[in-house]
């Protein structure tokens, strides 16, 4: 009885060692079949002057809150002297409204130019006043007293912005609050019709998790979606996901959707911004060795016959801040909004898939993503291959920004205590900047090296 017992207890303990082998190992991402013969024209077309997202406020209320902007790129007439990130649309009743478009989170001004597809993160979801419920209430009024054919134009976007706008708050700049927002938003609609309620249909919880946003020329290269590729099957159901901020019926979606083959053409054409700097080629090809023996087992291999492996990560191997791949679980109620809902059905369904832990991305165009981490949480390439520099509370500057070309990412200050929401408070939940230890054992020549050879990608 004693021997039995001695194997039995053998016998669990391999087992569990085998178990967590298993959860320690990287996972393979498998592709998804993708609508394909789409043309780039149209959908680069379709990106900025669409109507995906058919409501918004008058250009007069517009024009009011947004002042003169610098405008970094030619569109249609209708557009002229509306910045990148807006788009004017005709709502129901003929009168033009001004409504965000999708560069609101993916295009950003760098040193003057707009580069569509990179992340912006410039973006101010901690500011609690621009779309508070006071200053929306205070422009309806404006409208219904003075203009209340253009309030009936806009009045579901504004219920939407009152319901949505208080619960995307970040306790900093320069992160992303769109995972929020599409919880929110399913919280709002029925998911086989998409029509709204004023009242949640489902609990989501309270909590705003922040997001780096990644820049889409990675896209064509990945086999799911987001931090987590959480998002696999049919790519262009998780790009229309604006859409659910004013659409109807999905009747409405169903001529958005028909437009993510042009769309995606156009995103795949993305090709990562060079470096703009001289780089020293030397150091760069000791770099690219170090790099291929430590760093291309997750990340993949660059140049002509590069590979990229599609690697989940586990939140054992990689321990950067889990609070985002756990928020698929917590939010287990909008993972089956979304798998039974509308975006999920026809011939190229979408479906959310839970993992915890994140992809290792492709690196293509690494230098001008900063700031790093899924959060944004690192500013420099430096830190993120030295963890015992990466600052506790920084910031940067959002009006002035300056890039760094000796030591690549933004420029930062370094703060006692975080007595601003512009500085980046790594003690926060969700906003943690460890984790990602693998370059602390290179050398500093070694972590030089490696950076020299980031430039080139």
Not at 124 to 143: G, H, I
Not at 246 to 259: G, I, K, P, Q, R
Request: charged share 20%; glycine share 8%; proline share 7%.
């Amino acid at each position: 009885m004693k021997k039995l017992f001695v194997l039995f207890i053998l016998f669990i303990t391999c087992l569990s060692f085998t178990f967590l082998i298993k959860t320690d190992e990287p996972v393979f991402v498998p592709p998804s079949p993708q609508r394909t013969g789409g043309d780039s024209a149209r959908g680069y077309d379709y990106l900025v002057n669409g109507d995906y997202v058919r409501g918004g406020v008058p250009e007069m209320i517009f024009k009011k809150g947004i002042g003169n902007p610098t405008i970094h790129l030619e569109r249609s007439a209708a557009n002229e002297g509306i910045p990148h990130d807006y788009t004017a649309v005709k709502a129901f009743n003929g009168e033009i409204v001004i409504a965000p478009n999708c560069l609101q989170c993916h295009a950003q001004v760098f040193e003057d130019k707009l580069y569509i597809g990179l992340g912006n993160t410039f973006l101010d979801f901690s500011d609690r006043e621009t779309l508070s419920v006071k200053n929306l209430e205070k422009a309806e009024k404006f409208l219904k007293t003075l203009a209340p054919k253009k309030w009936k134009a806009s009045e579901h976007f504004f219920e939407v912005a009152k319901i949505t706008g208080p619960q995307l708050y970040t306790e900093t700049r320069g992160v992303n609050a769109a995972d929020r927002l599409s919880a929110v938003l399913a919280a709002h609609r029925d998911p086989v019709t998409f029509k709204w309620s004023s009242e949640p249909l489902l609990q989501i919880p309270q909590q705003v998790i922040p997001s780096d946003v990644p820049a889409w020329w990675l896209l064509k290269k990945k086999h799911g979606m987001f931090y987590n590729a959480f998002g696999r099957g049919d790519f262009g159901r998780f790009l229309m996901a604006s859409n659910l901020l004013t659409v109807n019926d999905t009747l409405e979606s169903a001529e958005v959707d028909s437009h993510m083959p042009d769309v995606l053409a156009y995103i795949n054409s993305l090709q990562a911004p060079a470096y703009p700097k001289s780089i020293d080629a030397g150091l760069a090809e000791r770099g690219r060795i170090i790099f291929n023996n430590i760093c291309s087992e997750c990340h993949g291999t660059y140049g002509n016959d590069g590979q990229y492996p599609n690697l989940l990560i586990p939140q054992s191997v990689i321990q950067t801040d889990s609070l985002l791949q756990a928020s698929n679980y917590s939010n287990p109620e909008f993972v089956d909004w979304f798998n039974r809902s509308w975006f999920s059905s026809g011939d190229h369904p979408g479906k959310l898939v839970p993992f915890k832990g994140y992809l290792a991305p492709p690196l293509d165009g690494v230098w001008v993503t900063a700031p790093y981490f899924h959060n944004a949480s690192v500013p420099t390439l430096e830190a993120v291959l030295n963890s015992t520099i990466r600052p506790k509370y920084w910031s940067r500057s959002f009006e002035t920004p300056e890039y760094d070309y000796e030591n690549p990412g933004w420029k930062f200050s370094v703060h006692a205590q975080p007595t601003e929401r512009i500085i980046y408070n790594t003690t926060l939940p969700g906003y943690g900047n460890y984790g990602h230890y693998f370059g602390d054992k290179l050398t500093a020549e070694e972590r030089k090296a490696v950076i020299e050879y980031l430039k080139t990608l």
